[in-house]
């Protein structure tokens, strides 16, 4: 599970593999690094591509076909794997470990469940075909809490801070932090969220102004109105021209 790290000034800057033992980084998605200074970041996996520095990212786009999925077969309380047949989108390897399963519909309703971390091999869940069973290993020791019938639904999520990418404008999915270096494609790293951090400006930013995600790609801009531009990324502390650098206090934990 997510943990929280206190470590020294430059940690923020390495990246990691996946080790070959199983899909899972060093530590686990979404743990928290916090610095002397108390800047703080997410572990976080890029979605293939290399990051870039200063730049806002968000979570990737929910799949629509792992919404809303019939459970297969009836499973009583207590379980400690849960199955439900796919829509026309097949599911990788272990995509949806360290994610959510939520109940949507019916029997059942209303409960969530972390997914379990893929450690070792039998920890999270095979390579779906469209249309076929995924089944899912709930993180020890989370159990279901209601038996759910054949009428049942669930939906799939994957982590946040998992195969993220640059934010699109609007956002489509959760904003989860910012690239504090360059990191290679396919690896792990530190996504800053808390504190000073510089990110790409666009537009007329003003000193102690809320930052909102910017209407283009990757950075931020000042918030005309908030209730309608958001979500909230920070607050503006050094003002740099439009397509520079600014400093902004995130505040996306």
Known sequence: MARTYYG????QYNDYATPSSGNAGRFPAGSKLVLPDERAYRFTENDGTAEVAGTLYQSAL???NATETVVNVATAAGATSLSSTLGGTAAAVDLYAEGTVHTNKTTGLGYAFRIKRAVASGDGHAA??????????????ETLQVALTTSSELTYTQNRFRKV????????????????GVAAADRWYWSQTEGDAPVLASGT????????PSASTGGVMPSAAFETDGPYVGVV????????????????D
């Open 8 to 11: 020294p000034f430059n940690e």
């Open 62 to 64: 929910p799949i629509t």
């Open 128 to 141: 779906v075909s469209s249309g076929a069973v995924i089944t899912v290993n709930l993180a020890s020791p």
């Open 165 to 180: 990418i640059i934010h699109a404008s609007p956002p489509t999915a959760a904003l989860v932090g910012v690239s504090p």
């Open 205 to 212: 930013l003003i000193i102690g102004d809320f930052a909102v």
């Open 237 to 252: 502390r050094h003002v740099n021209i439009t397509a520079e650098i600014a400093l902004i206090d995130l505040k996306l």
